[in-house]
C-alpha cells in the first residue's frame, strides 16, 4: 500500500490522476494538495469526495512548513509533482509566477521530502517530478524528435522555469540521494482542462459563436496525448521506473494547430446535426444559423518565441516500462468534446467567475 501526495491535485492533469489512482488502486491512500489559483478547480475533484482514502490540502508548495507537516502526518511515502504555472501565455506575461511556484515551490518541496525522508533515514520513497518536452525546445520539420538525452533549451519563461525545476530535481537525487524520477510529456487534451488551452477554448468559442483564434499562421505542431495516457505512464514510472531517471511520454501523434482546429470543428458540426437539442442550448453556434464552425477561423498575431513543432520519442518508456497509449486520437477526441458538453456546468463555473467566488468564500 502506497500513501500519495499529489500536488496541483485539482488542476487538469492532476485530478486526472487523483480518479486514475484512487479507481486503480483502491487500498492507496491518496492526499491531494493545492493552491486553488485560478486553475485549480475543487469540482473536478469532487467524485473523489466521501472516498475515505483520500483527502484534499489546500495548500501552497512555496508553504515548507505545512508540506512538511502534511508529509509527517499523512506518512507521504510518494509524491508526484504537478503543481505548476502551465500556460505559455501568460508566462511571457508575467513570468514572476512561474519563478516562484515552478522554481522556488519546486525547490521547496524537494527541501521538505529530503527533510521528511532523507533526514530520517527512510529508503523507501518516491519524488516524482511531472515535466514538460518544452524544455527540449523547438524542432524542425524534419529534426527527429526529442529523446530523454536531447540537450535542454527552453525557450519560454514557462518552459525555462520547468527547465530549472527538473535540474533542482536532478540535483537533489545526485547531491542527497533523494530517489527520484521526472517525466517529459508532450501536450495533453481531455477532461478537466482548464479553457484557456487550445482544444477546449475552441470548443467553447465554437459553442458560442466567438472567433477561433489561430496564432501565427496555423502551421506550428505538438504532439498530443489523452490525459489518461499520461496518467498510465506515470504509473509506469513509479512502478517500474529506475530511480534517477528520466522518462519521455507521448502519443506519436504530430498535428498541426490547423488541422486540430478544423478537426474540432468538423465533429461539433456533426454533433450539432445529429443531437437537435443542442441547437437550444447553444443557439450562438455557427450550426444553428446554418454556417459551418470553420467560418469562425480567425488569424491573429503569432505567439512571441512560438516554438514550431514538438515531438516526442518515446522509445525508452516503450521498450523499459511497455508503455504504450491506450487512446487513438479519434477516439480520444471525440470523448473529450462529448465530455465538454455533457459537463457544462463545469466549464461555465470556471469561466464565469462563480466558482472563484465560492473559492474565496470558503477557503
Ligand atoms: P494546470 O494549470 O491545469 O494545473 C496546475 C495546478 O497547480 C492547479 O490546480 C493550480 O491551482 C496548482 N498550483 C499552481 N501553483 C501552485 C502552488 N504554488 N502551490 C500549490 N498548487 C499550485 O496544469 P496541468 O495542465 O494540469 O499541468 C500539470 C503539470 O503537468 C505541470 O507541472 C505541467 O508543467 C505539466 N505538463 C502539462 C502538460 C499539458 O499539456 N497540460 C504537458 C506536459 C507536462
Ligand atoms: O507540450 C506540453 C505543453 O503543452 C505543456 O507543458 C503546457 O503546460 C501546456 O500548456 C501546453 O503548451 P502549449 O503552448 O503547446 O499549449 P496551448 O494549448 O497553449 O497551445 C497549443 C498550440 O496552439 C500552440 O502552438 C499555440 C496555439 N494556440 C493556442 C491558443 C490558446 C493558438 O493558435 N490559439 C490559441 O488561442
Known amino acids: ?31 491531494a494538495l493545492d493552491a486553488l489559483t485560478y486553475a485549480g478547480n475543487l469540482v473536478s475533484l469532487a467524485n473523489a469526495e466521501g472516498n475515505e482514502n483520500y483527502r484534499f490540502v489546500h495548500g501552497n508548495i512555496l508553504d515548507l512548513d505545512l508540506l512538511d507537516g502534511v508529509l509527517r502526518e499523512e506518512k507521504i511515502d510518494t509524491i508526484v509533482h504537478f503543481a505548476a504555472e502551465s500556460h505559455v501565455d501568460r508566462s511571457i506575461h508575467g513570468p514572476d509566477a512561474f519563478i516562484e511556484t515552478n522554481v522556488t515551490g519546486t525547490h521547496t518541496l524537494l527541501k521538505a521530502a529530503k527533510s521528511v525522508w532523507l533526514d530520517a533515514g527512510s529508503s523507501q520513497h518516491r519524488f516524482h517530478h511531472v515535466s514538460t518536452d518544452e524544455v527540449y525546445g523547438s524542432l524542425e520539420s524534419d529534426d527527429p524528435p526529442f529523446t530523454e538525452t536531447t540537450p535542454y533549451a527552453p525557450n519560454s519563461p514557462y518552459s525555462a522555469s520547468k527547465a530549472a525545476s527538473d535540474h533542482l530535481v536532478r540535483a537533489y537525487h545526485h547531491t542527497y540521494g533523494l530517489q527520484v524520477t521526472t517525466s517529459n510529456c508532450s501536450n495533453n487534451y481531455g477532461p478537466y482542462q482548464f479553457p484557456e488551452k487550445l482544444i477546449p477554448l475552441i470548443v467553447i468559442n465554437i459553442l458560442a459563436g466567438k472567433a477561433l483564434p489561430i496564432y501565427g499562421d496555423g502551421l506550428n505542431i505538438r504532439d498530443w496525448l489523452y490525459v489518461e495516457d499520461h496518467c498510465r505512464g506515470i504509473d509506469l514510472v513509479l512502478k517500474r521506473g529506475k530511480v534517477g531517471e528520466v522518462y ?34 447553444f443557439p450562438d453556434s455557427p450550426a444553428v444559423q446554418g454556417k459551418r464552425a470553420e467560418s469562425l477561423l480567425t488569424f491573429v498575431k503569432d505567439r512571441p518565441g512560438h516554438d514550431r513543432r514538438y515531438a516526442i520519442d518515446a522509445t525508452k518508456t516503450r521498450n523499459e516500462l511497455s508503455y504504450e497509449p491506450k487512446e487513438s486520437f479519434e477516439t480520444g477526441i471525440r470523448k473529450t468534446i462529448s465530455w465538454m458538453l455533457d459537463n457544462e456546468p463545469w466549464w461555465r463555473g470556471v469561466m464565469d467567475g462563480s466558482y472563484r467566488e465560492w473559492i474565496d468564500r470558503n477557503y
Not at 13 to 20: L, R, S, T
Not at 250 to 273: H, P, Q, Y
Open 1 to 31: 500500500m502506497s500513501r500519495l501526495l499529489v500536488t496541483g491535485g485539482a488542476g487538469f492533469i492532476g485530478a486526472n490522476f487523483v480518479h486514475y489512482w484512487l479507481e486503480k488502486y483502491q487500498d492507496d491512500r491518496v492526499v
Open 248 to 281: 519521455n511520454i507521448g502519443g506519436n501523434n504530430e498535428w498541426t494547430n490547423m488541422d486540430i482546429v478544423k478537426l474540432v470543428c468538423r465533429l461539433l458540426d456533426d454533433s450539432f446535426a445529429n443531437d437537435s437539442q443542442l441547437a437550444g442550448r
